[in-house]
Nanobody
Framework: QLQASGGGLVQAGASLRLSCTAP?????VAWFRQGPGKERDFVAG????????IYADSVRGRFTLSRDNAKNTVYLQMSGLTPEDTAVYYC???????????????????WGQGTQVTVSS
């Protein structure tokens, strides 16, 4: 199953790196986040076969997604954090999601336990 880690409490402007270990290389892996009282929204993800990640507009230029195929691990490097980034971050994986559906949380069958990221002002 998915294992997510790396959350914490930081000040605005700081950086954090989240890690997600997927079941295997043939999975598309994505990060979602759910802030207090909000829906679970797409943050960034890799398709099953793509090497270029896709990002939500709200994080593009601040967050960077990378992967270590030898470890089946995807990393979300978050920089320039703001209080608006405060949320529980979830790792998700799917063997069947198509590129056009990657931003939909309903496209993922496997979810990690979530890791809290709190950014203080």
């Amino acid at each position: 199953q998915l294992q997510a880690s790396g959350g914490g409490l930081v000040q605005a402007g700081a950086s954090l790196r989240l890690s997600c270990t997927a079941p295997g290389r043939t999975y598309a892996v994505a990060w979602f986040r759910q802030g207090p009282g909000k829906e679970r929204d797409f943050v960034a993800g890799f398709s099953r076969t793509g090497s270029n990640p896709i990002y939500a507009d709200s994080v593009r230029g601040r967050f960077t997604l990378s992967r270590d195929n030898a470890k089946n691990t995807v990393y979300l490097q978050m920089s320039g954090l703001t209080p608006e980034d405060t949320a529980v971050y979830y790792c998700a994986a799917s063997r069947s999601v198509i590129l056009s559906a990657m931003r939909s949380r309903n496209a993922y069958a496997h979810w990690g336990q979530g890791t809290q990221v709190t950014v203080s002002s």
